[in-house]
């Protein structure tokens, strides 16, 4: 993550603007062609693709899809594939490039029953074109259920985050994890497997959602999924607040962006940009919550998605530790959420359906070094999220968090070239994300169709060698 927070605001860079190719880092563009490519692979250097990414006029996938499964569950899920417009197999077929493979699993009841499955979805791992999707289809391993079952269920969290790790040239393997019902029956899932299969989820790899089968049975809008939609983003000024209320303003929201007075000026030219509104305030104001809501409410009478994104670092061994430094990251990165989101449920304005998704960081997962304080912060978040779910979800709402890894901004530009270079490397795309990257993690979260979506944790991070 970033190294301190305490540089003036940077330049919002517009080259981030969601829907346009961004460039790669220069090492990436170096080894992707010609001489550089030649030398990368005779020295044995890392190869980064340049990933695809979401764009709403290309195709989902690049190539067929091969969907394999036994079951009813596969063939349903393929004719979802097919209304999608998809170029479906159900058998391999010999010199056939592949977009993706869907592995539905599940109605796996033993190990022994993963064999077959997994053996043809190895026989078509070197038919996977460029930027590829190996998606999962498994159920979740309950403590009620027997333990061979449990056994086999789980053994899929094994193999998706292996085969993420053998996959190259931008490939990913994740996994959607059914809570109950039947994967083609919950638009929760599919929701979850178009998001894998999609450019969005460029930057996640060898991760999991685990989806129950409610969701919108609203014809979906996979355009513009959050028409309508009133959405805040708290430090959107600037980095990856200023990518999330783009790519919400993209998929259809309003956004009100939120940052601190000092950043007025950027604030303004993200709202004006993108036709929403901003809203300076500093969101350990005790009121903050009520500010947000009071707002919303007076322009566009109803809140429907609120994202914390706002952070900062102080980074400091704990040895060396003050009280300003451990306070201050704690207050704004988890004690105002924790209050914000206090306000938000006592208030009917945001009852019906209301969505909460919280920018965490690999760091409250795997812990680093020099981050204590940091690391408190987000992985307290990821303990308030678990404790919230419960508390939205009679009105409908969810909550979620994705915990990025190394992602390009403003912060981390500054961090030494070497610790710099060698730290965007270390996960299976060889490459730091970028702010888009996780704001269209988020973007899905706020979805309709995810509904049935909530207490998870998704890491945006590349498959960071670090925690899980
Ligand atoms: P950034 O410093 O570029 O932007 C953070 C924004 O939050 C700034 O505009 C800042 O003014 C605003 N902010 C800070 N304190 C605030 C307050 N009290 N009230 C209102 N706004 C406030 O950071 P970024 O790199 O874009 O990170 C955004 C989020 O993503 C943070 O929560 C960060 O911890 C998390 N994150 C970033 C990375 C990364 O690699 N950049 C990795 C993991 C997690």
Known sequence: MTPNNKSPHGKTSHSTTAGAREKADKYTEFVSAGLGRDLAKRLGLPQPAI??????????????????????????????????????????????????????????????????????????????????????????????????????????????????????????????????????????????????????????????????????????????????????????????????????????????????????????????????????????????????LEHAMSRYGRLDIVVHNAGITRDKLLANMDAARWDSVVAVNLEAQLRMNKALLANTCFADNGRIISVSSTSGIAGNRGQSNYAASKAGIIGMVKSTAPLLAPSGGTVNAVAPGFIETAMTAKIPFATREVARRLNSLQQGGKPRDVAEAIAFFAQPQAAGVTANILRVCGQNLVGQ
């Open 51 to 292: 990933l695809r990414r979401y764009n709403p006029q290309a195709p989902l996938v690049e190539g067929p899809i091969l969907v394999l499964g036994q079951g009813s569950g596969a063939d349903a899920v393929a004719q979802v594939l097919l209304d999608w417009h998809q170029d479906v197999r159900r058998h391999a077929t010999p010199k056939t490039k592949l977009g993706a493979i869907v592995a539905v699993l599940d109605d796996v009841q033993n190990p022994g029953e993963l064999s077959e499955p997994m053996l043809a979805v190895a026989g078509s791992l070197r038919d996977l074109n460029k930027n590829a999707r190996v998606v999962s289809i498994s159920r979740l391993a309950a403590p009620d259920d027997a333990p061979e079952t449990a056994a086999a269920r789980n053994a899929v969290d094994g193999i998706v985050r292996s085969l993420a790790k053998e996959l190259r040239a931008g490939a990913t393997a994740n996994g959607v994890v059914l809570e109950n019902g039947i994967a083609a029956d919950s638009p929760s899932a599919m929701a979850a497997l178009r998001f894998f299969l999609s450019g969005r989820s460029a930057f996640v790899d060898g991760q999991f959602l685990s989806a129950a089968s409610e969701g919108s049975r609203q014809a979906p809008n996979w355009e513009k999924p959050l028409e309508g939609n009133i959405a805040v983003v708290t430090g959107a000024a600037r980095g990856i607040g200023a990518a999330i209320a783009r790519t919400l303003a993209r998929d259809g929201a309003t956004v009100v962006a939120v940052d601190i007075p000092a950043a007025g000026d950027h604030l303004a030219e993200v709202a004006n940009e993108i036709h929403g509104t901003a809203l300076q305030l500093d969101i350990t104001n005790p009121e903050a919550g009520n500010r947000i």
